[in-house]
């Protein structure tokens, strides 16, 4: 068997971790695609000193003196021996399915989780993979959480159709967004930016709970979301995706990679949506979903020089976004400015690119550094009825980052300086609120691992910010195993951000409120930036029952603002901003199972309780629009592989929403709630061979929706008009197709 021996770094951080004393990764051929090969073996011959892949196929483990040859095992493959030499660089392996004469009548196969719980790394990471993509309906990364109970997804208002997230009880403004731990949406892109990744080209998804490291920022407050794309040296050749669904939305999907020579490769992803068809069925006489075009172009580039230890890569992106939401029959070249009909237009166009470069020192395997930089340029121009809103976002940030060890490979350290820049251009009807922000800061991580039973990562950062000031935002994680399936986590940290309070609240302009700013001068809107300690422990018991495996997972973690911008919806015909006086918390805890009884049968179950309250100026308040309680399930099912390809798949999915406290409006008085409800999603999937699949599905198959969304939809002009309190789906039950097909 040919032998697969190149540079790996660790791409989907592109830190440029450093490594064991020897590290890599194992794959295994999957669909003409190395997918990482969790659980193989992994150990020195004749020796004691070995290790476990982890679900991202990574392993690590000390030198010895005694032997060179590296073996590498797993159930159903073959077994491969390799020659190491202490100047290697780190090893990308792939092992290939045992096919010989004696087990010809027998199928070995190895079915990968879809979701995967981190066992090995001190924080809180879950991995979600391109399989588990597949289950939502098409998707852009807003759409991707469907079938992940650590996400809750909800749609933000009654017009755009954009859906939100909350992780811990908070919305995605707390979270790190990042792209290939790079900071994507933020900012002027808080609102739609979501819908601008399409979920094709994810390769995976990381979700950490509770503060993240402090080498991707001090943004991060109630965790982090990291998206990788997929790579131009390990995706397919060429891929194409075709969907349509009962709302109205078409898409498509086209990925090209090609390899220039034995070190460059390059890949070119398309992406284009439209809503056409205008949608009214609660008959309130307005669009229940908007009509929409987006185009969407990235080009990528990957070098990698295993022998001198560099890889790169290189993007560019440009993407155009457009939407009409309003009234029934609302023309803009007619209705604009009128109060004939209510209508609005969200025009965004954004520019993107990229730089990464990392290099690991061949002589020294566990020495190296990485380099990132990107820029970006997010234009958008909306009305809303008679409201104007523009805001240009121009952004540009660079991290360098160096990794080492202290005496051994036990210990390791982080170091590293990254600057950001971010001018807005922004504008509210007549008023400009324009500024620059920039920073420049310096951290330190420092990370113990005995490789047994125990590891921890305590980092801090120091920043100096010309609105946030001189701040420091210190991080600490920790595992311990008392048993061998046993994992505890616990965290603390402490994170700041700016609030950019109309671009991460655009929905308030989709109401005819009295916008309020109570500033107290501070530097940002005349606010102070928000503050917030994030507390986290978790307890994971991974078990085996009647012949199939699981783990069972409770997680408890506390965010207390020490200050926050609080958007107060309280009083009637008014939202007013101001820095909280009292108290901020969310508490949330979740009680999660995963189990599969057989190969061919996965179950998830999650339950959820929130306890999010913030000090209004009418009192300590329970968040509205903020379930207290919720629960998840999901059923996954799928036929064994035939050697063709050909599989059935079907997944279920279902979400129970407690009761929701509404804020005050003509409609409902202050402290009322909404009605617990339950939606069901499905989608059955028939792979008829490696390269050709089709799919069909339903969301919401109960057909549940919220009655009259809009308040006042029949006096959209008037001061009553509010499309913001929405707590439910509005279109309904929506059915969906589409069809895969790679090359």
């Known amino acids: 068997m040919k032998k697969y021996i190149i540079l790996l770094l660790s791409i989907y951080s592109f830190s440029v971790n450093a490594q064991e004393t020897f590290s890599g990764t194992i794959f295994s051929k999957e669909s003409n695609k190395n997918r990482p090969l969790e659980g193989a073996n992994v150990f020195w011959l004749g020796t004691q000193i070995g290790a476990v892949t982890d679900q991202n196929g990574n392993f690590s483990l000390p030198f010895t003196t005694e032997t060179k040859q590296l073996v590498i095992s797993y159930l159903g493959f073959k077994t491969d021996t390799l020659t190491i030499e202490k100047n290697d660089a780190l090893l990308e392996h792939i092992l290939y399915e045992d096919a010989s004469e004696n087990l010809d009548e027998v199928t070995l196969t190895q079915r990968r989780k879809a979701i995967q719980k981190s066992y090995l790394a001190a924080q809180n990471i879950i991995n979600v993979n391109s399989a588990e993509l597949l289950k939502a309906a098409c998707c852009?990364?807003?759409?991707?959480?469907?079938?992940?109970?650590?996400?809750?997804?909800?749609?933000s208002d009654a017009l755009t159709g954009t859906k939100q997230i909350k992780m811990l009880g908070l919305t995605s403004p707390y979270l790190l967004i990042t792209?290939?731990?790079?900071?994507?949406?933020?900012?002027?892109?808080?609102?739609?930016?979501?819908?601008?990744?399409?979920?094709?080209?994810?390769?995976?998804?990381?979700?950490?709970?509770?503060?993240?490291?402090?080498?991707?920022?001090?943004?991060s407050i109630a965790g982090q979301i990291n998206t990788e794309i997929k790579k131009p040296f390990s995706d397919v050749p060429l891929f194409f995706n075709f969907f349509t669904s009962a709302n109205g939305r078409q898409e498509?999907?086209?990925?090209?990679?090609?390899?220039?020579?034995?070190?460059?490769?390059?890949g070119l992803f398309l992406h284009a949506n439209q809503r056409t068809q205008e949608k009214d069925r609660n008959g309130d006489s307005f669009l229940d979903v908007p009509l929409a075009k987006q185009v969407n172009i990235l080009n990528r580039w990957q070098y990698t020089d295993a022998e001198k230890g560099w890889v790169s890569f290189a993007s560019v992106r440009w993407m155009e976004d457009n939407k009409q939401i309003g009234a029934v029959g609302f023309n803009p070249e007619l209705d604009r400015d009128k109060n004939s009909l209510w209508g609005s237009e969200i025009q965004t166009n954004r520019f993107d690119s990229s730089l990464k470069v990392g290099y690991v020192f061949p002589e020294i395997p566990f020495q190296s550094f990485g380099f990132q930089s990107a820029y970006s340029n997010h234009k958008q121009k909306a009305y809303y009825g008679y409201r104007r809103y523009?805001?240009?976002?121009?952004?540009?940030?660079?991290?360098?980052l160096f990794n080492s060890i202290i005496g051994n490979t036990k210990n390791k350290f982080k170091a590293g300086l990254n600057f950001s820049f971010d001018q807005y251009l922004e504008k509210v009807d007549t008023f400009f609120f324009d500024r620059n922000d920039q920073s420049l800061g310096g951290f330190f991580e420092y990370s113990y691992d005995n490789l047994e039973n125990f590891s921890l990562v305590g980092g801090i950062r120091v920043d100096t910010h010309n609105r946030l000031g001189t701040f420091i935002t210190p991080r600490f994680h920790l595992r311990y195993l008392p048993q061998e399936k046993i994992i505890?986590?616990?965290?603390?940290?402490?994170?700041?951000?700016?609030?950019?309070?109309?671009?991460?609240?655009?929905?308030?302009?989709?109401?005819?409120?009295?916008?309020?700013?109570?500033?107290?001068?501070?530097?940002?809107?005349?606010?102070?930036?928000?503050?917030?300690?994030?507390?986290?422990?978790?307890?994971?018991?991974?078990?085996?029952?009647?012949?199939?495996?699981?783990?069972?997972?409770?997680?408890?973690y506390i965010t207390d603002f020490t200050d926050q911008v609080v958007v107060d919806w309280e009083e009637q015909g008014k939202i007013s901003f101001y820095n909280l006086e009292g108290s901020s918390r969310a508490n949330s805890f979740q009680l999660a199972v995963d189990y599969s009884p057989v190969k061919a049968l996965s179950f998830r179950f999650a339950y959820k309780n929130y306890d999010v309250k913030t000090a209004y100026k009418s009192g300590f308040l329970q968040?509205?629009?903020?379930?207290?309680?919720?629960?998840?399930g999901n059923m996954g099912w799928e036929t064994e592989r035939k050697s063709n390809g050909a599989q059935w798949r079907w997944d279920l999915t279902y979400h129970a929403l407690g009761k929701q406290r509404l804020v005050s409006s003509i409609r409902d008085g202050n402290g009322?709630?909404?009605?617990?409800?339950?939606?069901?999603?499905?989608?059955?999937?028939?792979?008829?061979?490696?390269?050709?699949?089709?799919?069909?599905?339903?969301?919401?198959?109960?057909?549940y929706t919220q009655k009259n969304p809009i308040i006042a939809a029949d006096d959209p002009f008037g001061i009553n008009f509010d499309s913001a309190q929405v707590y439910a789906p509005v279109f309904g039950r929506m059915l969906y197709a589409g069809l895969r097909w790679n090359l």
């Open 252 to 266: 498509m999907n086209a990925h090209g990679n090609f390899k220039v020579n034995n070190k460059w490769s390059s």
């Open 623 to 632: 968040r509205p629009l903020q379930a207290q309680n919720r629960f998840f």
């Open 140 to 155: 852009n990364l807003s759409e991707s959480f469907e079938t992940n109970p650590s996400i809750d997804v909800s749609f």
């Open 672 to 703: 009322s709630y909404a009605s617990a409800y339950g939606l069901w999603n499905s989608q059955l999937t028939r792979a008829f061979n490696t390269k050709l699949e089709v799919y069909a599905g339903v969301e919401n198959l109960g057909d």
């Open 179 to 219: 792209e290939e731990n790079i900071p994507m949406v933020r900012g002027a892109s808080q609102a739609y930016g979501l819908t601008f990744t399409p979920g094709t080209w994810i390769e995976s998804i990381q979700i950490t709970k509770g503060m993240g490291t402090v080498v991707n920022g001090y943004e």
């Open 390 to 400: 523009e805001i240009d976002q121009e952004s540009f940030y660079a991290n360098l």
């Open 488 to 556: 505890i986590r616990a965290s603390v940290g402490s994170g700041r951000k700016a609030a950019n309070i109309f671009a991460e609240n655009q929905t308030l302009f989709g109401t005819n409120r009295l916008i309020s700013i109570q500033q107290n001068g501070g530097l940002i809107y005349g606010l102070n930036p928000e503050i917030a300690w994030n507390y986290g422990v978790s307890v994971r018991k991974i078990f085996s029952l009647w012949g199939g495996e699981g783990d069972i997972t409770a997680d408890y």
